[in-house]
């Protein structure tokens, strides 16, 4: 093949995905790379997410989580877990930006995102406003209740927290548009970090 025929016939022209220096470099082990980079990038924010809220969780005292009475999150809270999930995303999009070497991996997942947030913006949208916060008992009774089911009282009190908390609306939509933002930000970061070609 002549080498005219690979070639631009117009350098302002978008160069295909799949040429050497395009996103898609190297056929089928460039989309692989790009895709795991998603993958991996996700699932570093969602391990961090977890295990930092698990101990965040360890280290509170319940009257700092969740508010006297109800099983509602305190403001402390929910601003902890906003920034967690805002500093978790940060690594995994440096995760991604790294592993994919390139801008596409990041803008996939991105997508991803953008994505959730709308959905969660709609679902927010049919539901209306906030539901009524479940009274909850004082935290001697919740201690004494984790006795009696030999359980430690953070584990049990969590345990109730799944079943009769709610989750505040705006939260709903802060948590996939941190995810967004802060995966943003960490391939900015890791693409600055990355030496020049």
Not at 21 to 46: E, H, K, S
Not at 60 to 79: C, P, V, Y
Not at 101 to 128: C, D, E, P, Q
Request: hydrophobic share 50%.
């Amino acid at each position: 093949m002549d080498q005219s025929t690979i070639e631009d016939p117009d350098p302002n022209q978008p160069r295909p995905a799949w040429r050497e220096d395009g996103p898609f470099a190297g056929g089928g082990w460039g989309v692989m790379r790009v895709a795991l980079a998603v993958i991996v990038g996700y699932l570093i924010m969602a391990m961090l997410v977890m295990s930092t809220m698990f101990l965040a969780v360890q280290a509170m005292d319940l009257d700092a989580i969740f508010e006297q009475g109800f099983w509602k999150a305190t403001s402390r809270w929910n601003t902890i877990a906003v920034m967690i999930s805002l500093l978790s995303a940060v690594a995994g999009g440096a995760v991604c930006e790294g592993i994919a070497r390139n801008k596409m991996g990041i803008r996939l997942l991105a997508i991803v995102f953008v994505v959730a947030t709308f959905g969660s913006i709609v679902a927010v949208l049919k539901a209306g406003p906030d539901p009524d916060p479940v009274a909850r008992p004082t935290t001697e009774e919740l201690v004494a209740a984790a006795a009696e089911a030999k359980q430690s009282p953070t584990l049990y009190a969590m345990i109730q927290a799944g079943k009769h908390a709610r989750e505040p609306n705006w939260m709903k939509i802060a948590n996939p548009a941190c995810g967004l933002a802060g995966a943003l930000l960490g391939a900015m970061l890791a693409r600055r970090q990355r030496p020049s070609r």
